[in-house]
């Protein structure tokens, strides 16, 4: 396990990437109509709250993984079926990113390609790069986050030059009162994205730095928080509430409006580039997330189960559900009942037992 | 054993990657099987199992450039027509030799009679379908059906919708009050509460033989396309035309004009002529009491003159400070026109509406439903601040001197 160090920067452009994800181009929030933007602000807030929870727990263990350190405060066989579901967790979370990702190429550009053959190239590249170990994912991150960043600015200046943002559209703000907002943001928008950082526990442990690892993650999450607020303001502003509402991928259509004299057009294409990152590195880390729990757990290598993980997570990601609609559905869903389950109250037992214990007993060296 | 595995492996992995490659190649269309099309007209067709009548411009990619051209048209229009627009494209693929591209329509034209019918059905497909972008313009073609604005030769350019977009771009930016209006300005403009969206009219002027080439051999060509006045909607229903003077209002309330010309009387068949330029457009609305809601326009622009055929001492600042009083008078003459033209057609397509529910949206919600009624009857103010800032290359005219 620990004979591998992940530098901070790796793992702030991980974070970010992460973060960005798939929640970059669906519509986020929208639950707070024009509000959705400072939903997400809220949102990221209150996942920094539980993120600092989840560093509490690495500045204990600093050398285990979340599924190391519950057997260690539940006891070996509650401990270890609560590891199982934390498995089972990553697992279902890679799968429905998958789906998400592959359904939403299909949407956008490929209408006739299979989804499975999609979700296979996506998941093969993805294994491909976790069978050459998790620093290469990191190292990996740094340089497609440079690349979706000048992305992004090159989208946004562009949009700025276009004309197409009408600053009037977000107005007035908190039409029907703060509620919808505080709803949104309890329903989805702790949890996706900002919840989903409990994988990170699992990845942690391989931080080269325990002091400032933790900071350096959550500022990638601040910082992701902004650019996701950010762009869902830019979406509202060009294209309104209501279609940004009644898209699935709204940034498609708002970068379609981008047209500099003729000449800088149909610059969409970005976008369906910008998913595809943002869908690997998503997958990637519950994909591996989920393997460092079955190592640690069964003591089995962590390049034998690579491939066989990749099959069960390929086949999730396609029988969890018939269509998209069904599929968002029950994303829907899980965020405010499954998720929090495991994202907010089972650390909150890790956390308290480790107080009480750390408290009661005499502080041990190292 | 050992060598004998390795070669299975080192011969089946390139056959596994050929294939995984190849799976790239599941939705190619190659570029010699596709057909560009440029343009949409939209006509009502006679009866409901064929509603909708699609007539799609084609471009001849051989007879735009390439040795390969016959001298023939270089754009062809299909019909094809069904109960759904869908269905409409799907039947004129019977016709065409190649697949129909839908990423690069420049124009969708809509018939004066499908308008005025309604045309919130025939939206959704250019929002949903994921080859079509947004920046399509929208025409209505006014008096017309539309397959004419497709089938009309025109001099600039060998694709006759490309030409409509340049002669769009160019009047918004000289003379103007029409502007582009996309695809997603007409659905945010349908869903505008007690109002509609506004867009372009499009005709064709001059008679027949507009679809050959032969109609341009002329110095004055048989048929030209031209853009016309706007098409004022309630909801998703024509209700009528802007021209003149309520067009230019129009088109200064939604703060969409580049620069226009402004001509102002100053004596019987006197005139002063500006350029008016840099618009700076705010509505407010004041709604405390949202029954009674007091909208005022404030409006700041500049203005450079251009035609002073008189006796006026254009070097005395009063004499221009005037002149700017009577541009200012000239230009609330025009909202006025522009406002009670709304409320004639009682849609609020200029959205006053928003402007209350910016404001007061609690007392929006009261009022949302009769909004109607409060639109016909509030009050209205106009604040317009123009600066002459210039007199260009002269001051005083030439007949300055003949006075004296």
Known sequence: ?366 | MQSKRLFFIGSLLPCLMIILSLTGCWDSVELNRRAIVSGVAIDRGPTDEEKYVLSFQVIIADEISGENARGASPVVVYKGSGRTMFEALANASRQTARFLSLGHIRVIIISEKFAREGIKDMMDVFERESETRLSSYIFISKGQPAIESLTTMTAFGKIPANDLVEKLQTTSKQYGYNYRMEVDDIVRGIQLPGGGPIVNGVMVIGGDQQGSNDSLKDIKPKAILRVTDLAAFKEDKLKGWLQGDEAVGTSLIKNEITQIPEVVSIGENEYVSFIVYLSQVHIHAEAKDPEHPIITIYISEQAGLEESPNALDLTDPKVVNNLSELLEQNIKDKLHAAVSAARSLKSDYLGFGEAVERENPRGWKQVKDHWDSIFATCEIKFDVDIVVRHTDMRNNSFQFNNIR
């Not at chain 1, 967790?89 to 789906?99: E, P, Q, T, V, W």
């Not at chain 1, 007035?172 to 329903?187: C, D, Q, R, T, W």
């Open chain 1, 1 to 366: 396990m620990g004979n591998i160090k992940i530098g901070l920067l790796q793992f702030f452009t991980l974070t970010v990437l992460f973060e960005l994800g798939t929640a970059l181009v669906v519509n986020l929030g929208m639950e707070s109509d024009k509000d959705a933007w400072i939903s997400i602000l809220l949102g990221n807030l209150m996942g920094l709250i539980v993120f600092a929870g989840y560093a509490y727990l690495y500045k204990k263990f600093p050398n285990l993984p979340l599924t190391a350190y519950i057997r260690q405060l539940f006891g070996k066989y509650v401990g270890s079926v609560i590891s199982i579901a934390y498995i089972v967790l990553f697992l279902n979370l890679a799968g429905r990113d998958l789906r998400d990702g592959g359904s939403m190429l299909v949407m956008a550009t490929m209408h006739r390609t299979p989804l499975f053959i999609i979700s296979m190239l996506m998941i093969l590249s993805s294994a491909y790069v976790l069978h050459k170990g998790v620093e290469v994912l990191t190292r990996t991150s740094l340089v497609f986050a440079v690349l979706v960043i000048l992305i992004g600015l090159f989208c946004s200046s562009m949009l700025m030059f276009s004309g197409s943002i009408n600053l009037n559209r977000l107005l007035p703000v908190f039409e029907n009162g703060i509620n919808p907002v505080l709803s949104s943001v309890l329903h989805q928008n702790y949890m996706f994205p900002f919840g989903e950082m409990i994988c990170f526990t699992m990845l942690m442990p391989y931080l080269n730095n325990v002091k400032k690892g933790p900071w350096v993650i959550a500022a990638g999450m601040f910082v992701s928080g902004i650019l996701l607020s950010l762009t869902m303001v830019l979406n509202i502003s060009v294209l309104g509430t209501d279609i940004v509402k009644r898209s699935p991928l709204p940034l498609m259509p708002t970068i379609s409006k981008i047209s500099i004299s003729d000449f800088i057009q149909r610059v969409d294409i970005l976008i369906v580039m910008v998913l595809i990152i943002g869908v690997f590195f998503k997958l990637s880390v519950f994909f591996a997330a989920a393997l460092i729990g079955i190592s640690e757990l069964f003591k089995i290598p962590y390049r034998r189960m690579v491939y066989p993980v990749a099959l069960i997570i390929l086949f999730s990601s396609i029988l969890n559900a018939r269509s998209f609609t069904e599929h968002i559905e029950e994303g829907g869903k899980l965020l405010y009942t499954v998720f929090p389950f495991f994202m907010v109250l089972i650390p909150l037992l890790l956390i308290i037992i480790t107080a009480i214990r750390s408290h009661s007993s005499p502080p041990r060296s190292g």
